[in-house]
């Protein structure tokens, strides 16, 4: 299997919404952002699927050595091998991929965030610096499209966190601000029960309301921020956002009920998204 394939094959089988974006991007834009979307789902794959803390340490520190190696001339790692070829094109750093694993190591390191400052450094690193990439790939040309991405990947690494409420309270992770749970009187126990009578109360509700109030404003915000130059161009990364708005607006519909079960919107509508945007410009 070549490094190309692998990639392909990588992003894919993910399922993400990532996915029908790049299906409009020009070949050499396509591989560059599929190489490099490959690499997030390596190190992320790390924390995830790998319940040892200190073997998914490990591993990170084997990432961290082969980004290194890989800027160096010698990649060995598949992804690796396919997304050096782009980096310079794209102006893509070693330590735009080191900040992403970074991020990962944050979610081995801790389980709880005290603020959202600090819960904002952490979506920085996983999904603004991603963000930063990709608009990179897609066709940057004005230097305020970097607020743009970070924005915008601040917002939807929220929805992710609006969505993934159960999934992670099932690792022992809660992503709510410690203050903000005290805030809305939600204790952490009551988020890791996920069932009634403890899951869900009026009381969570307003807290995911708020949540999900805060994430539309960043939304809104990035999209203020895109100069209209860099518009046409950053396309793909307007798809993904109405996929994750719409996304959030499903589970907002649904009265948040992410304890116990994770919202998806189908490949079909995913697609047709994709395509409206693009027909649209936004």
């Not at 690193?125 to 897609?138: D, H, M, N, Y």
């Not at 607020?147 to 690494?157: D, P, R, V």
């Not at 995911?208 to 960043?218: N, T």
């Not at 993904?240 to 959030?248: D, F, H, K, P, Q």
Request: one cysteine or more.
């Amino acid at each position: 299997m070549t490094p190309e394939q692998y990639v392909q094959d990588k992003t894919a089988q993910s399922g993400s919404s990532f996915y029908y974006a790049f299906l409009f991007l020009p070949p050499q834009r396509r591989a560059a952002i599929t190489a490099f979307y490959a690499f997030c789902r390596e190190v992320d794959d790390v924390v995830d699927e790998t319940t040892d803390v200190a073997i998914a340490a490990t591993k990170l520190a084997w990432w961290r050595k082969e980004v290194a190696t890989a800027f160096s001339g010698t990649p060995t790692h598949p992804v690796m091998r396919a997304l050096i070829p782009h980096t310079v094109a794209f102006k893509i750093t070693a330590d735009h991929l080191l900040a992403v694993i970074e991020g990962c190591q944050m979610d081995l390191d801790q389980t709880r965030f005290l603020d959202f400052t600090g819960l904002a450094r952490y979506c920085h690193l996983v999904a603004g610096v991603v963000g930063e990439v990709a608009a990179r790939i897609f066709g940057q040309t004005q230097d305020a499209t970097t607020a743009y991405a970070h924005k915008l990947g601040l917002a939807m690494q929220l929805t992710n966190i609006i969505r993934d409420v159960g999934d992670d309270a099932r690792r022992g992770r809660i992503y709510l601000p410690v203050s903000e749970l005290q805030r809305f009187e939600v204790k952490a126990a009551e988020v890791l029960a996920r069932t009634a009578p403890f899951g869900y109360s009026e009381r969570f509700t307003a807290l995911m309301q708020f949540q999900a109030q805060r994430a539309h404003g960043f939304y809104d915000e990035a999209f203020a921020l895109l100069p209209d130059a860099d518009r046409a161009a950053q396309k793909p990364g307007l798809m993904m956002a109405n996929i994750y708005r719409t996304l959030l607006r499903e589970i907002e519909a649904d009265n948040f009920q992410v304890l116990h079960q994770r919202t998806s919107l189908t490949p079909l509508r995913k697609l047709w998204i994709a395509v409206r945007t693009n027909w649209r410009g936004r």
